[in-house]
């Protein structure tokens, strides 16, 4: 994949070597600039070449409703064929091992993905054939190919629990075979280790342990990594002779070895707060993995390890023309939450700007999703003219295993936000931010963590950027015919009924908007965005506008063309973010 100069989308492309792929000389399979064109917004899906490299699968949602056309495109000639199915989702795109079929994913009425279809090449799609459905709205569907090819792997899952099906891929016709029936609270993963399947399951292991079992009997589990407390697996690459599990412990991501004979190693290349995950392993016979590695002061890099002796060499490095690195300088430090729990935040700055410096606080905050600290070129731009930023990971994430998530959902939640006030208010204690001077932003739950920061305390902080905010939840969580609503009560709670009514009303930024001065806002929506419908972050900015008792700027934008993730296009999101870091800067001057 490359990008060139003046065009919004990436170029995909195919070559036979590394050398050729760095030239130009590389065959283009697929450019989303000429499939853009026409269309004010543009996301690529899928991309999915068969096994014989004779067809690609791909699909694009011209809209930002998630709605997704799949076509197939020749090689040979650059063209599509006539095969073109509508309304696909994000829930993943498979082929046969004969490349004859093609299973994806279509959406229910309230955009949940729930059933597989099987098309075969070259036949109407209107007799493509039902796979797999789950009637049950609190499971999403998807699909994938184990790293091996073997099988294609459908997984049914919930926000507390989940199911796998396993079919042949050289049998594409043969039923889907399950792996083990849903039960409540339980979650598991598979895919395929030689002689074995690897499951990835929360069974007796709150943060999760890897287990085998045997393909003819793949209910039949075996430990083989054994939980351990606080040392949460989020993902697993299977190798021969190496399983490569990705893991979260003390707030930091990590990539562990585990050989064939139990024998465990951990690859430590940094020290300071940073983010390791895994890269482009296609080859599962091979004597190095392929990681990439960033850090709030280090693009991020692409590195190849051996697996032997863990010595590693550096690949590629996303090139920063005109930036000093070591101009700038991170950090972690611990808050202590209002109960006693001690929370993380990491602060980056650039090192010729020392004490009480304006700030900007970043956090999310739900889902168990963790946030590890990343690189941004457009960050640079507010740590040269003085601020500093910092990343909060309340509870409600998962940076510090299951546990941390759970104490910040459901009857919980209340933690995430008084997590981050914590953060925020030990930050000017330290004299590490101005605590007149500063900026709060998140996105979606993180829009949520924004509202209900600026209510809680609406005098702590001078500026707010709440991006596609999720904050009417007690009316949003009330009505199952909602897209997500379902589903989503395994993370809120159902207030249709108590304690969750209270409770959530408690926190619901729309519901605690109260008369009082607040600092400067910017809100945005996307007029086609399924996650969060345009009119909750609308009706919330009308209420603020209706009783605020000052006079701060109050911004309310919406994409008319645009879902959930903004604009898109590389030029229309560089010139969002210019935007949103003006008003940052705008509003937290002096006598701003």
């Not at 040392?231 to 003390?250: C, D, M, S, Y």
């Not at 509202?451 to 199952?480: H, K, N, R, W």
């Not at 709670?493 to 729309?510: K, L, Q």
């Amino acid at each position: 994949t490359r990008t060139v100069e003046g065009l919004s989308y990436p170029i995909h492309c195919r070559a036979s070597s590394l050398t050729e792929a760095e030239g130009l000389t590389a065959e283009i399979i697929l450019d989303q600039n000429k499939e853009a064109e026409g269309h004010e917004f543009f996301d690529l899906g899928a991309l999915e070449p068969d096994h014989q490299h004779q067809l690609v699968a791909w699909s694009a949602d011209t809209a930002g409703n998630e709605h997704y056309t799949l076509r197939i495109r020749d090689t040979s000639t650059g063209t599509d064929l006539d095969d073109t199915i509508p309304d696909t989702t994000w829930g993943g795109v498979t082929w046969s091992t004969d490349s004859r079929h093609l299973f994806y994913v279509v959406a229910d009425d309230t955009e949940r993905p729930y059933q597989v279809r099987r098309h075969e090449i070259g036949t109407p799609t209107s007799s493509d054939e039902i796979v797999f459905t789950d009637q049950d709205e609190r499971f999403y569907v998807g699909i994938e190919l184990t790293r091996s090819g073997r099988y294609i792997v459908i997984h049914s899952g919930s926000k507390t629990s989940s199911e796998v099906h396993l079919i042949d891929a050289s049998h594409p016709l043969s039923e889907p075979q399950c792996v083990r029936p849903r039960a409540e609270h339980v979650e598991y993963a598979v895919d395929d280790w030689e002689q074995t399947l690897v499951i990835t399951t929360n069974l007796d292991a709150e943060d999760f342990q890897i287990m085998t079992a045997p393909h003819d009997n793949p209910s039949d589990w075996t430990t083989f990594v054994a939980h351990e407390p606080g040392r949460r697996i989020t993902a697993v690459e299977p190798f021969k002779g190496v399983l490569a599990i990705h893991q979260w412990a003390n707030a930091q991501p990590q990539i562990r070895l585990i050989d064939s004979d139990g024998n465990s190693r951990t690859i430590n290349l940094q020290q300071e707060p940073h983010d390791i995950e895994f890269g482009a392993n296609e080859n599962f016979i091979t004597d190095t993995i392929r990681i990439r590695l960033q850090s709030l002061t280090q693009p991020s890099t692409v590195i190849d390890v051996k697996l032997d002796d863990l010595s590693h060499l550096i690949i590629r490095q996303t090139p920063t023309p005109n930036v000093t690195l070591d101009d700038y300088v991170s950090e972690r430090h611990w808050a202590t939450a209002e109960d006693g729990t001690t929370v993380p935040y990491d602060i980056v700055r650039h090192q010729d700007h020392h004490g009480a410096i304006p700030a900007v606080i970043y956090a999310y905050g739900s889902y168990e999703i963790s946030l590890p600290p990343w690189f941004s070129v457009a960050r640079l731009s507010l740590l040269d003219r003085g601020l500093a930023w910092i990343l909060v990971h309340p509870r409600g994430g998962g940076e510090l295993g299951r546990q941390w998530y759970l104490n910040g959902k459901f009857l919980n939640k209340r933690n995430t936000f008084t997590d981050v006030l914590a953060a925020t208010n030990n930050a000017i204690s330290q004299g590490l931010i101005d605590g007149e001077r500063l900026a709060i932003r998140g996105g979606s739950a993180g829009g949520l963590m924004v509202g209900a920061c600026i209510t809680m305390q609406p005098d702590l902080y001078s500026s707010a950027v709440a991006e596609v905010p999720f904050v009417d939840v007690v009316s949003t969580m009330s009505d199952p015919t909602l897209p997500l609503t379902v589903t989503e009560w395994e993370e809120w709670g159902d207030p249709r009924s108590e304690p969750y009514a209270s409770y959530i009303e408690s926190y619901s930024p729309y519901d605690n908007t109260r008369p009082a001065d607040y600092p400067a806002v910017f809100i945005t929506a996307g007029l086609n965005d399924p996650r969060v419908s345009v009119h909750e972050p609308a009706k919330w900015a009308a209420r603020l506008r209706d009783v605020r008792t000052n006079d701060a700027p109050l911004l309310f934008k919406t994409e008319m063309g645009a879902g959930h993730g903004g604009p898109s296009g590389r030029y229309a999101a560089w010139e969002d973010e210019a935007r949103t870091l003006t008003f940052i800067l705008e509003t937290t001057r002096p006598g701003s």
